[in-house]
Nanobody, 116 residues
Framework: QVRLVESGGGLVQTGGSLRLSCAAS????????MGWYRQAPGKQRELVAT???????NYADAVKGRFTISRDNAKNIVDLQMNNLKPGDTAVYYC??????????WGQGTQVTVSS
């Protein structure tokens, strides 16, 4: 079992920055991929960014050049630095992890609101 605890999020104006952090409570060798998804009201959950244990990253086109994902393998922490935020980034952001056995786990979600 993997428990994901998120921190960060909140309210920011357009053009501002926020940093999300997520810590996984499991053996450091259990998890391969970690990342973030988001879900806006009335929309499906969508990929924001992921990073593998070997630091291969994947970003949604909508956030490329504005968001940066990073990871501390020793501590099982994944961070998402979000710059130049837009109202369209408003959503609940969920931390995600996938074990080497391809089991998915999700955090409880943290709200990000960008005001215009």
């Amino acid at each position: 079992q993997v428990r994901l605890v998120e921190s960060g999020g909140g309210l920011v104006q357009t053009g501002g920055s926020l940093r999300l952090s997520c810590a996984a409570s499991t053996s450091t060798f259990t998890i391969n991929s970690m990342g973030w998804y988001r879900q806006a009201p009335g929309k499906q959950r969508e990929l924001v960014a992921t990073i593998t244990r070997s630091a291969v990253t994947n970003y949604a086109d909508a956030v490329k050049g504005r968001f940066t994902i990073s990871r501390d393998n020793a501590k099982n922490i994944v961070d998402l630095q979000m710059n130049n935020l837009k109202p369209g980034d408003t959503a609940v952001y969920y931390c995600y992890s996938q074990t080497w056995g391809a089991r998915d786990y999700w955090g409880q979600g943290t709200q990000v609101t960008v005001s215009s």
